[in-house]
């Protein structure tokens, strides 16, 4: 069963701390995205991925960074947390390969900047 | 760039038919999708169309793609209490250019309420 898995589900965090999100896919895909969730605003992408070491601005990058170390393994990194950053975070991936292009989404990680 | 809508809210009994509406911009649309998201969890793909498609039925599940209008529906045959979720309609942009890299761009979600 393809298994895409966010290691936080709930994060409680203050004004200027450093936070990492983990992600962790084991279908070998080879793109891998961050999205945030807000409510009426449905999923803006912050952050992908399309090979190790390889990263790309989405939507909304400002605020954030991206590592891809290892191909399995996408982190996504606030440097210095703020209250407009809480919010529900969705990682995915999927394959290169031919196919429908289907996303698989991790449960996701709820952040809370106080 | 691509945008997606959809309205954000759909309130229906149980055992009638909910239909969800979506409209897009990028004319290079090839794949369309719907994703369900039930509460606390992530997103799961419900079924997807082929942009050189105009209908696909999946069970209870109708998907009709009008794209001279750019118009897309998610119909829902007999909607029982366990449909209530949240409904995101997705589209993936052509890879000719080769910059996609399998990007999706999401609508803002609907919310569907099944009362008894």
């Known amino acids: 069963d393809v298994k895409v898995t966010q290691s936080s589900r709930y994060l409680v965090k203050r004004t200027g701390e450093k936070v990492f999100l983990e992600c962790v896919q084991d279908m070998d895909h080879e793109n891998m995205f961050w999205y945030r969730q807000d409510p009426g605003l449905g999923l803006r992408l912050i952050y992908f991925s399309y090979d190790v070491k390889m990263k790309e601005k989405g939507d909304i990058p400002e605020g954030y960074s991206v590592s891809r170390e290892k191909k399995e393994r996408f982190s996504l990194i606030l440097e210095s947390a703020s209250t407009n950053q809480t919010s529900m975070y969705l990682c995915?991936?999927?394959?290169?390969?031919?196919?429908?292009?289907?996303?698989?989404f991790g449960e996701g990680s709820r952040l809370t900047v106080l | 760039g691509e945008d997606v809508e959809q309205s954000l809210f759909l309130s229906v009994r149980e055992g009638d038919s909910s239909v969800i509406n979506c409209t897009y911009t990028?004319?290079?649309?090839?794949?369309l999708y719907w994703y369900k998201q039930e509460p606390g969890a992530g997103l799961q793909l419900l079924t997807y169309?082929?942009?050189?498609?105009d209908m696909k039925q999946d069970q209870r599940l109708t998907v009709l793609l009008n794209k001279k209008d750019k118009h897309l529906s998610l119909r829902i045959a007999d909607t029982q209490t366990g449909d209530s979720a949240i409904y995101f309609c997705?589209?993936?942009?052509?890879?000719?250019?080769?910059?996609?890299?399998?990007?999706?761009?999401f609508g803002q979600g609907t919310i569907l309420t099944v009362h008894p």
């Open positions: 169309i082929f942009s050189n498609m």
């Open positions: 995915a991936s999927s394959t290169s390969s031919v196919g429908t292009g289907e996303l698989f």
């Open positions: 990028d004319s290079s649309s090839t794949y």
């Open positions: 997705a589209e993936r942009a052509s890879d000719a250019g080769g910059t996609s890299y399998g990007k999706l761009t």
